[in-house]
């Protein structure tokens, strides 16, 4: 589950990130709480979206939410001394491959962990992000009453740690199948202790660019930024550095900080914290130290990075 299988496709007239015209036809599986038949015939619960940019989605938690579990298999997890319980992703990528108008099918179907620009890797429950949850709650991190962001967010592991202690989290990942097959799924099935106080949280759909803009005309003030941004496993590829440093330099708050868990190297595409590092330092708005290591397999670590 935790080494990465890739699918690059090399390709000189492939649009960049985010403005391929296809991304912008993908099914609305998650629009209003209305119920839509499917090709099956099977009824389907639709989630409530805005879309007030085409390339970045937002979605929030319907009134009734008991649906959103239906059919769901599910699996129990442990991160250091926190035990969660999670879509069984195998069973989400089996049911997706019947799927005709979903945009991961092609590439689970070929047995690749991601395609960059396509499929992220976020149905996965990723080594670091457990990491990730680990050190928070060694750490003690306090988030009652705190805007937290989460990166590539996948699963939703950290950001869903965030929200059972207090804070109002965003939740963001580049597909939108994976914010309504596992993401939001998640949130209801380990938040379900919260129902007499409902997490504040919303989703988000899309590539980093466009997310960027579309969080940022909602929250211009430092006030209205984030106090915490989380992301794990999310700087495998080098070309996918300069963007996710635009956002963060975007959205962190002033006196807020970042936490960011991935291994040291990732072979065969060259990104990893040292190079992150690199890029940080190179751009002087942030200040970054390692404060957790973990040396097994491929050393893996947590980053603290912080406004100057």
């Known amino acids: 589950m935790m080494d990465f299988k890739f699918g690059f496709v ?12 296809e991304k912008d036809k993908r099914s609305d599986t998650c629009n209003d709480i209305n ?7 099977e009824s389907r619960k639709k989630l409530k979206t805005s879309d007030a940019n085409t390339n970045a989605k937002e979605f929030y938690l319907p009134d009734v939410q008991d ?13 250091g001394l926190i035990d969660f319980e999670v879509i069984d992703s195998e069973n989400v990528e089996l049911k997706l491959k019947d799927r005709k108008d979903c945009q991961v099918v092609e590439v689970i179907s070929e047995n690749s962990d991601l395609l960059p620009n396509v499929y992220e890797g976020g149905l996965k429950i990723w080594e670091c992000s457990l990491d990730l949850v680990e050190f928070m709650n060694d750490a003690s991190i306090e988030f009652k009453d705190t805007k937290v962001l989460e990166l590539g967010c996948g699963a939703g592991l950290p950001g869903i740690f965030a929200l059972q202690h207090g804070a109002e989290v965003v939740f963001q990942d580049f597909n939108e199948e994976v914010i309504h097959e596992v993401t939001i799924p998640n949130v209801v099935l380990n938040c379900k202790i919260l129902k007499e106080r409902p997490p504040k949280c919303t989703f988000m759909s899309g590539d980093w660019k466009h997310v960027e803009s579309m969080l940022g005309e909602t929250h211009r003030k430092d006030s209205e930024q984030f106090d915490v941004i989380l992301t794990s496993e999310t700087i495998y590829s080098i070309e996918s550095h300069e963007s996710l440093h635009s956002v963060m330099k975007c959205l962190l708050k002033t006196s807020g900080t ?5 291994k040291t190297h990732y072979f065969g595409v060259g990104g990893g914290t040292r190079m992150f590092e690199e890029l940080i330092n190179k751009k002087g708005n942030f200040t970054v130290e390692v404060c957790k290591t973990y040396p097994e397999g491929v050393q893996r670590e947590i980053l603290k990075i912080k406004n100057k």
Do not use: M, R, S
């Not at 119920?35 to 015939?41: F, H, I, L, R, V």
């Not at 959103?68 to 298999?73: A, D, F, H, P, S």
């Not at 970042?258 to 991935?262: N, T």
């Open 10 to 21: 090399v390709d000189t007239d492939a649009e960049p990130e985010g403005n391929q015209q």
């Open 67 to 79: 649906e959103i579990l239906e059919g769901k298999q599910t699996v129990k997890l442990v991160a």
């Open 35 to 41: 119920n839509e038949k499917d090709d099956e015939g």
């Open 258 to 262: 970042i936490y960011l868990a991935a």
